[in-house]
């Protein structure tokens, strides 16, 4: 979907917000589809819980507009606009029951007993909590907790749910676990969905679309798979996953020298002349490795370290011609052992042009 597209349920545009002096977002334009599932990602101070804020009313911008469904709510208060939200803390009632807790929206609304105790025993069915409907926060697990924070979010029957950072105080193994819950729940309830996170592997493994921010502005909408594999630009390549970032300069015939290989790459050159200095961008598992240092392709290599990462091995190599800055190659457990993979062993690596990404490098840098 485009940021033109008519038919998005959510749109967001120019959107400026300031505090004081300082700019939080740049003209930020966005069209979130209905019932997609989209994260907002970036490191600490990016922008991304501050444009959540911004289209739930918390925080009104400074400059742009936010629509809902073909509704202008950019001047809105919180409790004007229709969506749900999840709380990092999940700021549940701690002297309310869990089955309070959830009918509190619901009870606001005036809504009759029955009706309520029908929606709530709906919710407690759908997140699993049916046996816990008379128990205080204090009584329940952090995921359990996160589980009931999602049931009120949802009680109102919102058609936007704004979750921020709801799995960041978990421990890993449970937030592995109700990632896949939530996920399910909102394929299953078909809501539109927005969740702010600084965790990319939980972005990679929910988000129908992710939004990388950085510093106030946007550097890539896609899905996990085109942010991971063709990455926009040398930020986002570092920031999903993990990247070698290798010096080079362009040659004659469309080739790039880096790190005494030469790549093959002229589709990825975009315009850049022969002598110009580039950064050449691999994924370490991407990296292609054989045995021996002999071979038309690529350069030999010395391994100087190797780190266990259980499923694969990441192996840090030097070229061995000088002047190779070292880089790294992930290689999976059994293609490690096949090699006889150790410290000192010199292998062949080459970079297979349809998986290099070249970049001018940053201005100033």
């Known amino acids: 979907m485009t940021d033109t597209d008519k038919g998005a349920y959510l749109k967001v545009r120019n959107v400026l917000k300031k505090f004081g002096e300082f700019t939080a977002l740049h003209d930020i334009s966005l069209d979130v589809a209905e019932g997609e599932f989209v994260c907002f990602l970036g490191p600490s101070g990016c922008g991304k819980t501050t444009l959540l804020r911004a289209i739930a009313g918390l925080d009104i911008q400074t400059a742009g507009t936010v629509e809902q469904a073909g509704r202008d709510i950019s001047a809105l208060p919180p409790n004007e606009r229709d969506f749900g939200i999840v709380f990092q803390s999940y700021a549940l009632f701690p002297n309310l029951t869990v089955k309070k807790n959830i009918a509190y929206g619901l009870e606001n609304r005036k809504m009759a007993r029955a009706a309520i ?42 058609g936007l749910l704004l979750l921020d950072e709801p799995l960041s105080a978990l ?58 594999a063709e990455p926009a630009s040398p930020f986002v390549a570092d920031f999903i996953g993990t990247t070698n970032f290798i010096d080079g300069e362009v040659q004659a015939g469309g080739t ?43 350069v030999a290599v010395e391994i100087t370290d190797i780190e266990f990462l259980g499923s694969f091995q990441r192996c840090h190599v030097k070229p061995r011609n000088a002047g190779g800055k070292a880089f790294l190659i992930d290689l999976s457990a059994s293609r490690a ?20 990404r070249i970049y001018r490098p940053a201005a100033g840098a």
């Open 117 to 158: 105790d029908t929606r709530v025993f709906e919710l407690l069915d759908l997140v699993g909590l049916k046996d816990h409907a008379n128990k205080y926060p204090a009584q329940l697990s952090g995921g359990q907790q996160q589980r009931v924070a999602l049931a009120r979010a949802l009680a109102t029957s919102p």
């Open 256 to 298: 790039v020298k880096a790190a005494g290989m030469v790549v093959e790459c002229a589709s990825a050159l975009d315009g850049m002349a022969p002598g110009e200095k580039v950064t050449v961008c691999i994924r370490p598992e991407d990296v292609k490795i054989t045995e021996g240092s002999d071979g038309d392709a690529g």
């Open 171 to 228: 421990d890993a193994k449970v937030r592995i676990h109700l990632r896949h819950e939530i996920k399910e729940l909102q394929e299953k309830i078909g809501i539109t969905t927005i969740m702010v996170t600084h965790d990319q592997e939980e972005a990679l493994a929910m988000a129908d679309r992710i939004v990388v921010m950085n510093h106030g502005v946007i550097e890539q909408v896609g899905t996990p798979e085109e942010i991971y």
């Open 337 to 356: 052992r096949a090699l006889a993979i150790k410290e000192g062993v010199t292998v062949q690596a080459a970079l297979p042009p349809e998986f290099v």
